[in-house]
């Protein structure tokens, strides 16, 4: 998957992200993948719902990935912080 079919989730209300999910989604075999790290996992949820209920079942769900990734904190120490990434497919 391109750089460029890849949405970022964050502060931005959630049909933002739900247009920007559509519009790539437009071609016949076209995917994009969602996400989102921390506090925003659940807004990549809905983005990624609401994107397949408004296709009307052109669009389904493909791999799902959960992570933790280590990144370093304000003061010098890890942190842990969860991450999502989900595919969204028009087969």
Do not use: C, F, H, W
């Not at 493909?62 to 010098?76: F, H, K, R, S, Y």
Request: glycine fraction near 10%; aromatic fraction near 2%; charge should be positive.
């Amino acid at each position: 998957m391109n750089e460029t079919n890849v949405i970022y989730i964050g502060q931005k209300p959630v049909m933002n992200y739900v247009l920007a999910a559509g519009k790539r989604l437009t071609g016949i075999g076209s995917s994009v993948l969602i996400q989102a790290r921390g506090k925003s996992i659940s807004k990549t949820v809905d983005v990624a719902l609401i994107t397949m209920d408004r296709s009307k079942g052109e669009v389904r769900m493909g791999e799902i990935g959960i992570n933790t990734e280590v990144l370093p904190g304000a003061d010098g120490n890890p942190l842990n912080v969860s991450s999502i990434k989900i595919s969204l497919i028009r087969p």
